[in-house]
């Protein structure tokens, strides 16, 4: 069974201050793995993919296989920051076609101004 | 083009009763998938469906059902309702073609409560 674990229930940082975001996984296949946000009063919307390898809004995070990791980085934080992050791991079931995201429990970042 | 849309947005249920929630996925998205937000249990997958096919179900009691038209919308379905059902219900759509994942679409949920 795949598992996926945000050490931070809640994460405060300074306004240009660095942030990271932890995420730790569980899985014995190959992962493919998600960040998603949520905005106040938002919906739920993806932030970025493993396998695209792209920078989003400033952020941008590595899987690291030998540590199970996928953490979210951003060099400067902006207030508009400020959300609920998920980490999302996809289990792919051959055959079906199928897939589902099992997620973790969610970081809620607070940028101070 | 349209985003997922999810209706109604807000239900009040009592115990015991049944309810029925609607998603409409993006157009072109023939894949629909439910998952249930709870503040403890947070994000937890009940479901897909592809081409009016169930290919995929969580670990939930048989209470929870659901279904999916030739057009691609989807219903889900609860029955005998418990408090432990109050949650907000969230429905995702993406192409679903193939092996490689290219992330859901979220829809704004339905807020279920039951008293």
């Known amino acids: 069974a795949q598992r996926v674990t945000q050490p931070e229930k809640l994460l405060s940082v300074f306004k240009g201050a660095p942030v990271e975001l932890k995420c730790n996984y569980s899985?014995?296949?190959?992962?493919?793995l998600f960040w998603y946000v949520q905005y106040s009063r938002q919906r739920l919307q993806l932030l970025l993919r493993?396998?695209s390898r792209e920078s989003i809004k400033g952020f941008t995070a590595d899987l690291n296989k030998g540590e199970t990791s996928f953490h979210l980085k951003k060099p400067f934080a902006q207030e508009e920051d400020s959300a609920m992050y998920y980490c999302a791991l996809s289990a792919t079931y051959s055959g079906a076609g199928s897939y589902q995201l099992t997620f973790g429990k969610g970081t809620k970042l607070s940028v101070i101004p | 083009k349209a985003g997922v849309t999810q209706t109604p947005r807000y239900l009040i249920k009592t115990r015991g009763q049944q309810v029925t929630l609607s998603c409409s996925p993006i157009s072109g998205h023939r894949s629909v998938s439910w998952y249930q937000q709870t503040p403890g249990q947070g994000l937890q997958f009940l479901f897909e469906y592809f081409s009016e096919t169930q290919r995929n179900k969580g670990n939930f009691p048989g209470r929870f059902s659901g279904r999916q038209f030739s057009n691609s919308r989807s219903e889900m379905n609860v029955s005998t309702l418990e408090l432990g059902d109050s949650a907000l219900y969230l429905c995702?759509?993406?192409?679903?073609?193939?092996?490689?994942?290219?992330?859901?679409?979220f829809g704004s949920g339905t807020r279920l409560t039951v008293v």
């Open positions: 899985y014995s296949g190959s992962p493919e």
């Open positions: 493993h396998i």
């Open positions: 995702a759509s993406s192409l679903g073609q193939g092996m490689t994942n290219y992330g859901y679409t």
